[in-house]
């Protein structure tokens, strides 16, 4: 689950990171009174949407004075801004005092999904304009794998924060947002939190330029406010529909969609197709025994988007896996794919919900084990049987 910036600093504050001053505004005099607030000569408006991450893609205007502010909330509010996933409607804009910037620095917590642990990146950028940062150079980047069980120990925050900096003082600094960082990975079961850039002031202060936050559905439980901050308006129709069908699913980009029982198997069938060497479309996650409409709408949203192919996997009991089994092959039946489809099962149940797949039309085929069945979709994705 992706939120807004406004809303990415809000966690990161929370755990003691320093943000600009300011507040999010939807509606000029909102704009305005915020800028009277926050004072300062230059004064931040900047579109609220989601944009896969990157301030370069968020329109962005400075104002020096109150009526400045209000004059960009007016432009901005309304306007439809061109990103890389499609069209967006600015509904918000985040009104902020930034100060300047002696430099600024790339700084990240990531899930890492291959190792299933966590892993720090930090990089130097050049220049100090804060606005249109430079992109990291992943030559230059400074990555720390973190041990699952240990957690982030105090010499990895040092060891990245002197690769980032010379300075003392700053070195202390940026291990202590390193620290926090990864605290917040893990303390709101995110699966990335970044700051990009990270501002090294002037006046010595360290200060989050730009926040993205990413989430794991499956940690939502544990966290209700976190799915609050959930924005249905930039929700993509497929999430909608997956919501209200009672499904987890989410859109990668890739050519091989994954359809799982449960959220270990979808990360191990995930796993399978990047090392057999494709790149995932979009993965849903199951229960063992969902029902009718479910696996229907799961098999919909997992044929759209550019999938060439989808890999169903299914670790089946004794109880529940028969009727997977016969609820799988009514619904490929009643609802063909215009996709290859290739069935992976495993478990007690798995023989009788095979069976119950024979004679399905179209290309459905089961194939064991997991490995197989990754490098049979990538087949499909080829037109090879």
């Given at each position: 689950?992706?939120?807004?910036?406004?809303q990415?600093?809000?966690?990161?504050?929370?755990?003691?990171?320093?943000?600009?001053?300011?507040?999010?505004?939807?509606?000029?005099?909102?704009?305005?009174?915020?800028a009277?607030?926050?004072?300062?000569?230059?004064?931040?408006?900047?579109?609220q949407?989601?944009?896969?991450g990157?301030?370069?893609?968020?329109?962005?205007?400075?104002?020096?004075?109150?009526?400045?502010?209000?004059?960009?909330?007016?432009?901005?509010?309304?306007?439809t801004?061109?990103?890389?996933?499609?069209?967006?409607?600015v509904?918000?804009?985040?009104?902020?005092?930034?100060?300047?910037?002696?430099?600024?620095?790339?700084?990240?917590?990531v899930?890492?999904t291959?190792?299933?642990?966590?892993?720090?990146?930090?990089?130097?950028?050049?220049?100090?304009?804060?606005?249109?940062?430079?992109?990291?150079?992943?030559?230059r980047?400074?990555?720390?794998?973190?041990?699952?069980t240990?957690?982030l120990m105090?010499?990895?925050?040092?060891?990245?924060?002197?690769q980032?900096?010379?300075?003392?003082?700053?070195?202390?600094?940026?291990?202590?947002?390193a620290?926090?960082?990864?605290?917040?990975?893990?303390?709101?079961?995110?699966?990335?939190?970044e700051?990009?850039?990270?501002i090294?002031?002037?006046?010595?202060?360290?200060?989050?330029?730009?926040?993205?936050?990413?989430?794991?559905?499956?940690?939502?439980?544990?966290?209700?406010?976190?799915g609050?901050?959930?924005?249905?308006?930039?929700?993509?129709?497929?999430?909608?529909?997956?919501?209200?069908?009672?499904?987890?699913?989410?859109?990668?980009?890739?050519e091989?969609a994954?359809?799982?029982?449960?959220?270990?198997?979808?990360?191990?069938?995930?796993?399978?197709?990047?090392?057999?060497?494709g790149?995932?479309?979009?993965?849903?996650?199951?229960d063992?025994?969902?029902?009718?409409?479910?696996?229907?709408?799961?098999?919909?949203?997992?044929?759209?988007?550019?999938?060439?192919?989808?890999?169903?996997?299914?670790?089946?009991?004794?109880r529940?896996?028969?009727?997977?089994?016969?609820?799988?092959?009514?619904?490929?039946?009643?609802?063909?794919?215009?996709?290859?489809?290739?069935?992976?099962?495993?478990?007690p149940?798995a023989?009788?919900?095979?069976?119950a797949?024979?004679?399905?039309?179209?290309?459905?085929?089961?194939?064991?084990?997991?490995?197989?069945?990754?490098?049979?979709?990538?087949?499909a994705?080829?037109?090879?049987p």
């Amino acid at each position: 689950m992706h939120v807004h910036e406004y809303q990415a600093k809000q966690v990161i504050s929370g755990y003691g990171i320093a943000v600009p001053n300011g507040g999010v505004a939807r509606t000029p005099e909102d704009a305005e009174a915020i800028a009277r607030q926050t004072g300062g000569e230059q004064i931040y408006i900047r579109a609220q949407y989601h944009a896969a991450g990157r301030l370069a893609c968020h329109a962005t205007r400075i104002a020096d004075s109150a009526e400045g502010a209000r004059a960009a909330a007016e432009e901005l509010l309304g306007s439809t801004q061109p990103t890389p996933l499609g069209p967006k409607k600015v509904r918000l804009v985040l009104v902020e005092r930034v100060p300047p910037a002696a430099q600024l620095l790339y700084l990240a917590a990531v899930m890492d999904t291959l190792r299933n642990a966590p892993v720090i990146i930090g990089v130097k950028l050049d220049g100090t304009d804060f606005v249109t940062p430079p992109p990291p150079d992943p030559n230059r980047a400074v990555v720390i794998p973190i041990d699952a069980t240990a957690g982030l120990m105090p010499h990895h925050a040092r060891y990245i924060a002197f690769q980032l900096t010379n300075d003392k003082v700053m070195a202390v600094r940026v291990a202590d947002v390193a620290t926090k960082l990864y605290r917040a990975l893990v303390g709101r079961d995110a699966l990335n939190v970044e700051i990009n850039p990270l501002i090294v002031a002037v006046n010595s202060r360290v200060i989050a330029g730009y926040a993205a936050v990413e989430f794991d559905d499956f940690g939502l439980f544990r966290h209700r406010m976190v799915g609050d901050m959930r924005d249905e308006d930039e929700a993509g129709p497929g999430e909608l529909a997956a919501i209200e069908a009672g499904i987890h699913y989410t859109r990668l980009g890739g050519e091989v969609a994954c359809v799982a029982t449960g959220i270990g198997l979808v990360k191990t069938s995930l796993h399978a197709v990047s090392v057999a060497g494709g790149c995932p479309s979009c993965y849903v996650d199951l229960d063992e025994s969902p029902t009718a409409e479910q696996l229907d709408e799961a098999l919909r949203l997992a044929a759209t988007g550019g999938t060439k192919s989808i890999l169903i996997a299914g670790m089946l009991d004794s109880r529940g896996g028969e009727r997977f089994g016969y609820r799988l092959a009514e619904t490929l039946t009643d609802s063909p794919t215009k996709v290859p489809v290739r069935v992976c099962l495993d478990g007690p149940a798995a023989e009788t919900a095979r069976a119950a797949l024979e004679g399905v039309p179209g290309d459905v085929q089961c194939v064991w084990p997991l490995t197989a069945a990754a490098e049979a979709s990538l087949r499909a994705v080829e037109g090879q049987p």
